[in-house]
């Protein structure tokens, strides 16, 4: 296993936001909730006569994306017919980028978390982005019969393709995670990859270490999640060690992802080269990209994870760890700035969300990024870590009323106030239950005071429960440690 490398580049299709197609005023819709062949033109569906229109909001995305990913944004892009035949794409060619591509030569910093060993930092170089147009989706119902629907026709597309520098399964995923945060927070593409609106493709070898070039690769297609992705390059660097050392070797192929069997499934074997015969596009002009329009589209670029996560540290003191996790998902991180702004202490709503409000979402098996249809907004929940952190409850205690908050959406005070869930500080309250525990448990103390140090957490909860949940428990342990020691004495 350690004498093979795996070579892995991806290809990133992801469709852009924009109200209407690539080449003509046809509205975008949901590709999967709207009913087939409603978003449809003359221009998208390839009728003789008709003529394409650069659509200029493409571009601007396409220009975000080329400059979050540090890329070079040639002055001339140039568009170009890629000609084959599939009836999901009407014109018979589809319109590319090939010669004059709009971004190159960028480069994205991933962070990776292997499976064993320690987190790392990665530098992985774009080569290209380029744009173009989704083609039609098909049903194949069976009896050899298949059904198209041209809404997705000529829905702009932005194919990012990366030099093959990943090298695992888990660098292939951090930067697909990574990249996909990018795409969210530009608000260029909402990141559904089950809905195909992003598509990540790997293309994948691996090498021996006596070798000098590249051997074969493989492309995996139709992966419709991040863990799909992760699962099937694993898959496949795998198979193709295997296939090499039994000196059988790996023939270049397209795969599907065989998500209920885990394994990959060879679609088509690639004796040569495709051959697109590309030509420039002769229905548009060549784009030329001012420099002013490049420092326009820089300007405006909003923060990008990586600068949010370094403001969190350095403005709100979190961890590198902590602000990670907030920044990854988009929604998250607006969530937590929310509570912050709402007056929540940065670093114990960062807790809190990380800690109480995560696992909830877990055990509703909940998107991070649906934080939004959560019952608790962000003002109820920085009035809840304000309760903590002011000792109006206590922690436990804010675990309970986390939870009804999540299940009614009641305001938190309104919450404590209702099931009188206020915490006690009240040291006379807290002596005479410490004395009762005392005597109650008089074995316990005998052990404890023998030597069991780790008795004391016992009673800690002994007391805690005695006061129903609601005792300071800085003070409770003060007074149970004065109490024990004088018993010592
Ligand atoms: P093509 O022009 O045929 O599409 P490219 O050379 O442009 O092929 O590469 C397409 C993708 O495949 C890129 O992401 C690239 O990094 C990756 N790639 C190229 N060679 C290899 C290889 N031997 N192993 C894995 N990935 C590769
Ligand atoms: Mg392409």
């Keep these: 296993m350690s004498d093979w490398k795996p070579i892995i580049g991806l ?6 936001l924009t109200e209407s197609k690539m080449f003509s005023a046809c509205p975008v819709v949901d590709s999967v909730e709207a009913a087939p062949n409603t978003a449809v033109d003359p221009v998208s569906l390839g009728l003789p ?10 571009v601007e995305f396409g220009l975000m994306v080329g400059l979050a990913l540090h890329c070079e944004i040639p002055p001339v892009n140039q568009f170009a017919r890629k000609n084959y035949f599939y009836p999901d794409l ?15 030569n960028g480069w994205l910093d991933i962070e990776v978390t292997p499976e064993s060993g320690e987190p790392y930092t990665k530098h992985i170089r774009i080569r290209r982005a380029h744009l173009e147009e989704d083609t039609g989706k098909l049903t194949h119902i069976g009896g050899g019969s298949s059904l198209v629907d041209y809404n997705r026709a000529g829905v702009p597309l932005l194919e990012i393709v990366t030099e093959p520098d990943i090298n695992s399964a888990e660098e292939a995923e951090a930067f697909a995670r990574t990249l996909r945060a990018i795409l969210v927070y530009l608000g260029v593409n909402n990141g559904d990859m089950s809905k195909g609106v992003l598509r990540v493709e790997p293309n994948i070898s691996v090498m021996h270490k006596d070798d000098t070039e590249f051997r074969t690769r493989t492309e995996v297609k139709n992966l419709n999640s991040i863990r799909n992705l992760y699962r099937a390059t694993q898959v496949e660097i795998e198979r193709q060690i295997k296939l090499w050392t039994s000196g059988e070797g790996v023939k270049q192929a397209t795969l599907g992802w065989d998500e209920a069997k885990q394994r990959v499934v060879i679609q088509r074997v690639k004796e040569r080269a495709d051959e697109y015969r590309y030509f420039p596009e002769p229905d548009l002009p060549i784009l030329e990209i001012s420099r002013e329009w ?28 902590d602000a990670r996790q907030l920044v990854a998902e988009q929604a998250i991180a607006h969530y937590y700035e929310a509570v912050v702004a709402a007056g ?12 109480g409000l995560f ?25 809840l870590v304000k309760l903590v952190d002011g000792g109006t409850i206590n922690k436990g205690t804010a675990q309970t009323v986390l939870a009804e908050m999540w299940d009614t959406g009641n305001d938190p005070a309104r919450i404590v106030e209702a099931r009188e869930l206020a915490q ?40 805690m429960k005695a006061m129903g949940g609601k005792a300071n428990a800085q003070v409770v342990t003060d007074i149970l440690r004065r109490e024990l020691e004088a018993m010592r004495a």
């Design 294 to 321: 490049v420092e326009e589209v820089r300007a405006k670029l909003p923060e990008l994870p990586a600068a949010k996560r370094q403001r969190f540290m350095e403005v709100f003191g979190l961890s590198d760890y």
């Design 90 to 104: 009407p014109k018979g060619y589809q319109i590319s980028q090939y010669e004059r591509p709009l971004a190159v």
């Design 11 to 16: 290809e990133i299709h992801a469709e852009l």
């Design 424 to 463: 006690v500080s009240d040291e006379s309250a807290i002596r005479e239950a410490v004395s009762r525990v005392l005597t109650e448990n008089a074995k316990l103390v005998q052990d404890y005071l023998g030597g069991k140090d780790k008795l004391f957490g016992a009673l800690v909860g002994q007391v």
């Design 49 to 58: 006569g008709t003529l394409p229109v650069i659509n200029r909001q493409a």
């Design 359 to 383: 696992t909830l979402m877990n055990e509703q098996s909940m998107e991070r990024e649906a934080i939004e249809q959560t019952r608790i907004n962000a003002g109820q929940f920085a009035e």
């Design 344 to 355: 929540a202490n940065p670093k114990s709503a960062a807790n809190w969300i990380l800690g």
